[in-house]
């Protein structure tokens, strides 16, 4: 039963930080990129990379919820 508090937030783990900085890195990778540069294969590439970053990061604050 909630009493409508939160409780506080835990510190992330070595493996939970680690998977953090690789989903920044491949952002910031991105975003380094000259689109103009990349074929078709290339941005579809980038775009698959990013949707499975997004999802590691989504997967992780369901694990940091979750009591």
């Given at each position: ?36 540069d ?5 941005l ?9 970053r ?14």
């Open positions: 039963m909630s009493d409508g508090q939160t409780s506080p937030p835990r510190a992330l783990t070595d493996h939970e930080r680690a998977r953090l900085d690789y989903a920044r890195r491949e952002l910031e990778s991105a975003r380094a990129e000259d689109l103009e990349l074929d078709a294969a290339g579809i590439f980038m775009v698959e990379r990013l949707r499975g997004l999802s590691e990061v989504l997967d992780l604050m369901d694990e940091i919820k979750r009591p």
